[in-house]
C-alpha cells in the first residue's frame, strides 16, 4: 500500500509537527485524562468563570464535562477576537450573483449585536426555541450567533426541506419565532421560503413569530405576525450583554438521520463543542492567523455549521461562504472562487470532487490554483480515482489529501490525520485526533480484529460527545450505548464499520444501519420509507440502495407490496412528488419493484441486507432459513433481473 508523506514545507509552520509529538500527546492523555482536558480546556477557551471539575460520569452514559464553568458561545467567536482582530476579515461572502462582502471582526460583533437586541424586542428570552430556515447568507451567520448571545436555542431546519418537514421541525421544539428569507437563490432560481414559513405556520395553534430577512424589493405577503428585519434592525444598538452561560447548556439542536424513521434531534452543549471545534480546525486544519478557509458545505448541516462558521472564528481565521452550489454553473465556479480569495485550504465532500472530474478533468490548469495547499473531505471515503485525478492534476501531487472522519454526534473531527504529520493512504482515514480513543471492537469489546471488517467504537467519553437526543433518553441509550460493551460497560458506537489496518490505521468502511449519504446529506432508509408508506397504494415497502458503478453516487430502488392495480411509472412519480413534499428533492427513487411480499424473519423483521444483495446483483450466501419466507427471494431476484 503506497504511504504519501505531507510535504516538508508543512511541518515547519504546522500546528503539530512530528509524529513523535502525536504519540507524546496521546501518551500523556491516556496516563492522565481528565486532568489533560482540564488543562487544554482552560488554556484554549476565555472563561468567565474557570472550572475545577472534569468528567462528571456518574450517570454513565450521561456523561457531563466541566459544569461548573461559564461561558458564552458567541463571547468566543467575537469578542475574544476584538483585541487584536478587529479589523481582520472575518468572513468573505460570495453571492451567486458574485457580490462578495467582507465582514471583519468589528463589523460582525456590531450586527450580532444588533441582531440579538432585535430578538430580545421580540420577546425572545434565555432558552426560547428560534428555528432558522435560511439561505447561505450574511445574516444567516448573525442570527446564529445573535441566538448563543442571549442564549435563545437555535434549532437549524435546511431550508430546501419542504413546509411539511419544517412544520415538524417547528412544533416539535415549540420555536417561539422563525427567522427566514423572503428569497433563497441556487443554480439561478429563486425560491419563495417566506410561502414555505406561511405554509408551514398555518396549522400551527401557537402561531409562531416571523421575521423576515428581505432581499429584494419584490413585495410578500406581510401576515400579523412578521416582522421585517431589514427595517427593525436599523434601530438596534451595537451593544449587547452577554449571556454568562454554565458550560453544559444547550446550545442548539441538530437533526440527523439514524435506523429508526424519524430522525434524531442531537442537542450540542456549549463546552465541549467549543473547546473540540476549536481544537480540531487548529490541528486538523492547521488553522494559522493567515490563512483563508474554505469549508463548502451548507451552514445548516453539522460540517459547515461546525467548521464553515465556529471553527475558524474561534482560531481568529477568515472562512469564505459561498451562497450557490459550488459545481453550478460548471466547475469553474469552484476553481474562480479559489483563485479569486486565494483559498488556501479547502474543505470539501468526495462527491464535489467527483463532480469537478466529471464535469471537466483539465479545467483547473486555466486557473492559478498555486495559493491552494491542503485538501480535506468528509462524509464518505474518497474513491482512488477521483483521488489521484484530484492529487497529480490539482494539486501537481504537492499536498495532502486528508479524509477526515467524524458524525453529527462527535460534533467535530474524529479520525483524520493531521496534515503535517500523519502519510497518508487514499481511502483511509488513518488515525485517531491526538485525544480521542477509537477502536474495531465486537460486541464485547475485544480488539483483536485487524485487517477485518469490525465495529467503530470510542472507548472512552469525550468532551465533544453527543450530549443526548431532545426528550429521548431511552433512544439516546439504545442508539449508542447498548451493542457494544467493555467489561459490561457500553461503550459509544458509531453505526460504521471499519477496518485496523497492520499500521494501526482505520480504514472507514461504510454504516452498519440504513443510513445513507446522498450528495452530502445524511439520510435513513427509514425515514424514506415511513413518507412511502403514506402512499394509499403502498402496503409495505422497503427502500434499499447501491452505489452506482460510475458515479459513486447513491441509487435508491424501491421495492413495494402493492394494494390496488397502479402503473409503475404513475406510482413512482406519485411517491417522488410525495418525498419532494414531505422532505426534499435531492431524495428520489430511482426506479421501484411490485413485488409480493418483503424478507422478513419469523419476527418480522425486513431483512434489508438480502435486498440489497439483489439489487447489487451479489449472490445471496447466506442463511435465508429463518425467513419466514424463504421462497420470496428467488422471486425478487427473477422479478429485479426481468425489470430492471
Ligand atoms: C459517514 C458528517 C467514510 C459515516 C460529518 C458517518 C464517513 C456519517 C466519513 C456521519 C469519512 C463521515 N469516511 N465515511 N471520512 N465521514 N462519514 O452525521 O458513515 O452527516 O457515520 O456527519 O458519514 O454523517 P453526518
Redesign the pocket.
Known amino acids: 500500500m503506497q504511504l504519501f508523506n505531507p510535504p516538508e514545507n508543512l511541518q515547519k509552520k504546522a500546528h503539530i509537527k512530528s509524529m513523535e509529538q502525536y504519540l507524546e500527546i496521546q501518551k500523556e492523555f491516556e496516563e492522565d485524562y481528565n486532568n489533560k482536558w482540564l488543562e487544554l480546556a482552560k488554556d484554549n477557551l476565555e472563561w468567565f468563570k474557570k472550572p475545577e471539575i472534569s468528567l462528571n460520569g456518574e450517570n454513565a452514559p450521561f456523561y457531563k464535562w466541566f459544569e461548573d464553568w461559564e461561558i458564552n458561545a458567541a463571547y468566543e467567536c467575537i469578542d475574544a477576537n476584538l483585541e487584536k482582530n478587529a479589523d481582520k476579515i472575518a468572513i468573505i461572502f460570495e453571492a451567486e450573483n458574485w457580490e462578495v462582502t467582507k465582514i471583519t471582526y468589528k463589523k460582525l460583533s456590531q450586527q450580532v449585536n444588533k441582531t440579538a437586541n432585535l430578538l430580545k424586542k421580540l420577546w425572545i428570552q434565555k432558552w426560547d426555541r428560534v428555528a432558522l430556515y435560511m439561505p447561505m447568507i450574511l445574516e444567516s451567520i448573525y442570527a446564529i450567533l445573535a441566538c448563543t448571545r442571549i442564549w435563545a436555542i437555535h434549532n437549524i431546519v435546511f431550508w430546501w426541506f419542504s413546509s411539511g418537514a419544517l412544520e415538524e421541525r417547528i412544533v416539535s421544539c415549540s420555536a417561539k419565532l422563525v427567522i427566514t428569507a423572503d428569497w433563497a437563490y441556487r443554480k439561478w432560481k429563486a425560491y419563495n421560503l417566506k410561502n414555505t414559513v406561511d405554509k408551514a405556520i398555518e396549522n400551527i395553534d401557537s402561531k409562531p413569530k416571523v421575521l423576515v430577512i428581505k432581499r429584494n424589493n419584490i413585495e410578500i405577503k406581510i401576515n400579523e405576525n412578521d416582522y421585517i428585519y431589514n427595517d427593525l434592525i436599523l434601530e438596534e444598538s451595537e451593544v449587547c450583554e452577554v449571556e454568562k452561560l454554565s458550560s453544559e447548556d444547550l446550545l442548539f439542536l441538530l437533526y440527523?438521520s439514524g435506523s429508526t424513521g424519524k430522525p434524531k434531534w442531537v442537542k450540542h452543549s456549549i463546552w465541549g463543542y467549543l473547546l473540540w471545534v476549536k481544537l480540531t480546525t487548529k490541528w486538523a486544519f492547521d488553522l494559522q492567523k493567515w490563512d483563508v478557509f474554505w469549508c463548502t458545505a451548507d451552514i445548516w448541516?453539522?460540517?459547515g455549521h461546525t467548521y464553515s462558521i465556529y471553527g475558524p472564528l474561534l482560531n481568529g481565521g477568515t472562512t469564505v461562504i459561498y451562497e450557490g452550489v459550488p459545481t453550478y454553473p460548471d466547475a469553474w465556479r469552484v476553481w474562480e472562487i479559489i483563485e479569486k480569495h486565494k483559498v488556501n485550504k479547502f474543505y470539501t465532500a468526495p462527491t464535489l470532487i467527483r463532480s469537478l472530474h466529471k464535469l471537466c478533468k483539465d479545467l483547473p490548469k486555466n486557473y492559478d490554483l498555486s495559493s491552494l495547499e491542503i485538501l480535506w473531505?468528509?462524509?464518505?471515503?474518497i474513491n482512488p480515482e477521483a483521488w489521484n485525478w484530484f492529487y497529480e492534476m490539482v494539486w501537481q501531487k504537492k499536498c495532502p489529501i486528508v479524509?477526515?472522519?467524524?458524525?453529527?454526534e462527535t460534533w467535530g473531527h474524529m479520525i483524520a490525520p493531521l496534515p503535517a504529520v500523519t502519510p497518508t493512504i487514499p481511502w483511509v482515514?488513518t488515525l485517531p485526533m491526538p485525544w480521542i480513543m477509537a477502536n474495531i471492537l465486537d460486541k464485547n469489546g475485544e480488539d483483536i480484529w485487524y485487517n477485518k471488517k469490525w465495529l467503530l467504537c470510542i472507548t472512552k467519553p469525550w468532551p465533544s460527545m453527543i450530549r443526548w437526543l431532545w426528550e429521548d433518553d431511552e433512544k439516546f441509550i439504545k442508539s449508542y450505548f447498548s451493542d457494544v460493551k467493555i467489561d459490561w460497560k457500553p461503550v459509544y458506537f458509531?453505526?460504521?464499520w471499519a477496518i485496523k489496518l497492520d499500521n494501526n490505521y482505520i480504514k472507514?468502511t461504510w454504516?452498519l444501519d440504513d443510513v445513507i449519504?446522498v450528495s452530502g446529506h445524511?439520510i435513513g432508509t427509514a425515514e424514506v420509507e415511513d413518507i412511502i408508506s403514506k402512499n394509499e397504494s403502498v402496503a409495505e415497502c422497503s427502500v434499499v440502495w447501491r452505489k452506482d458503478k460510475i458515479t459513486w453516487e447513491n441509487i435508491f430502488w424501491f421495492i413495494v407490496i402493492k394494494k390496488e392495480i397502479n402503473k409503475k411509472q404513475e406510482l413512482l412519480s406519485e411517491i417522488n412528488l410525495q418525498l419532494r413534499k414531505n422532505i426534499w428533492p435531492i431524495v428520489k427513487l430511482d426506479d421501484l419493484l411490485i413485488i409480493e411480499g418483503l424478507p422478513k424473519t419469523r419476527s418480522g423483521k425486513i431483512m434489508r441486507r438480502l435486498l440489497r444483495s439483489i439489487t447489487a446483483w451479489e449472490k445471496i450466501t447466506s442463511d435465508i432459513s429463518t425467513l419466514e419466507n424463504p421462497k420470496i427471494i428467488e422471486e425478487i431476484e427473477k422479478l429485479y433481473n426481468e425489470n430492471i
Open positions: 440527523t448541516w453539522i460540517t473531505t468528509v462524509w464518505e471515503p479524509d477526515t472522519w467524524w458524525q453529527t482515514a458509531s453505526w460504521d472507514i454504516r449519504n445524511r
